[in-house]
């Protein structure tokens, strides 16, 4: 009877957990509704277009990406420079990163219009290509995110009576430092490569810088950690369990604000290099265009600067608000809405310039506007349940917190 008693008390969900359970489902069934709409009809239905074939989805993907940098960056900062005090946030760090490339991939299957053929840079190899490296960085780093948390998962209540999964975690342990040395360098290799993609297109002159690639690489060490921390503080307000010491969750915080500040350093000296001492009239004829079709100047120096840099780089680094948690996770968000609006600012705002030269055309494209239609905003919602789904599963079922702290 006892067994029974604790058995119901186990399955039993409140209200508020039924509540979001249901808020999950509607996101995850727009979803799927809006991703059935695009299969069935093609991207037809969708506001893209040949002049701006990026939008949503892609800034989506790259923020997506960016945010799961907490993996490599907390696992490089305990196996390989050893401060171990940071272990207990590893575990969630790598789930946050599984997370977030898989939700890139489920964008990349939409916005790739033949997702039947999504096996293609496995196969056909273009060595020349930036976008086929990246396809296989983040093919061999989910791998080795997929290997990483395997001992959390072999450590979950529903292996417990399995004596051969506890060997496959200590044997995975072992195997720890390796996988962060290697995920460290993969990682890195494609945060840059993203940023290349752009700054590599000559054609451009909106994209054509060499700084891309370390623009990309610091927002991502920037926010992935703190988006950990955030992530954190909100499971054990749920729960209603401490799991990780604040003293780590305010390094990590301070870590972060640095890391912003360092960022925004490089993104306003090279946005002066390049509108204003390297100006070209390609570059200068670019920005004003953009000007005039988008609130280009608005979101960057609002949201991307002052609120995704400079606002959280002051609750994170003042020790007046760094000691209240409340601070430090609107920090987080605020630094999370700056890589968001960067990834758009760079992606679909490069693609408002129309360019001067296209092979086979005989004239200048017309600058041209986007907004995501309804089927690009469903499917969006459905990426985002799904994201919020896996982690409600895994802070419920799985140890994300080291030594099975927290189950």
């Known amino acids: ?81 050893r401060l171990k005090r940071f272990q207990p946030l590893v575990r969630l760090a790598v789930f946050i990163g599984f997370i977030g490339y898989t939700t890139a991939l489920l964008t990349l299957i939409m916005d790739i219009g033949r997702p039947d053929r999504f096996w293609h840079p496995w196969v056909y190899w273009n060595i020349h290509s930036v976008l086929w490296e990246i396809t296989w960085c983040i093919t061999i780093y989910l791998a080795i995110m997929l290997v990483e948390f395997a001992p959390v998962i072999a450590e979950s209540r529903f292996f417990r009576n399995y004596a051969w999964a506890a060997k496959v975690a200590k044997f995975l342990h072992h195997l720890a430092p390796l996988l962060a040395l290697l995920g460290l360098g993969i990682s890195l290799l494609h945060q840059s490569s993203l940023g290349a993609t752009y700054g590599i297109v000559k054609s451009r002159p909106f994209w054509f810088k060499p700084s891309m690639p370390i623009m990309f690489i610091l927002s991502a060490v920037a926010v992935g950690p703190s988006l950990t921390m955030a992530i954190t503080y909100i499971i054990e307000w749920v729960t209603g369990k401490k799991s990780v010491p604040n003293d780590i969750l305010r390094a990590i915080a301070r870590f972060s604000g640095f890391a912003l500040l360092i960022y925004g350093y490089i993104r306003f000296w090279d946005l002066a290099a390049v509108t204003y001492y390297g100006r070209t009239p390609s570059v200068s004829e670019a920005f004003s265009l953009l000007n005039q079709q988008t609130p280009y100047n608005f979101s960057f120096w609002i949201f991307e600067i002052l609120l995704g840099v400079i606002l959280p780089a002051i609750l994170f680094l003042t020790p007046r608000f760094n000691r209240n948690p409340g601070y430090l996770v609107i920090g987080a968000i605020f630094a999370v809405i700056g890589v968001v609006i960067n990834r758009w600012n760079v992606t679909v705002g490069g693609l408002f310039v129309p360019i001067s030269y296209s092979p086979g055309v005989l004239y200048e494209l017309e600058p041209t506007k986007y907004f995501p239609g309804l089927p690009e905003w469903g499917v969006a919602i459905g990426v985002i349940g799904y994201g919020l789904a896996l982690l409600t599963l895994g802070a419920r079922y799985l140890p994300l917190f080291s030594n099975g702290e927290h189950s």
């Open 1 to 81: 009877m006892a067994s029974q008693t604790l058995s119901r008390r186990h399955f039993y969900l409140s209200p508020a957990v039924l509540a979001w359970i249901g808020l999950i489902g509607i996101l995850i069934l727009i979803g799927l509704i809006s991703a059935v709409l695009v299969f069935w009809n093609g991207l037809y239905i969708t506001r893209m277009s040949d002049p701006v074939p990026w939008g949503l989805w892609i800034t989506i993907d790259l923020s997506a990406i960016a945010l799961g940098a907490g993996a490599f960056t907390l696992s490089a900062v305990v196996y390989l420079f």
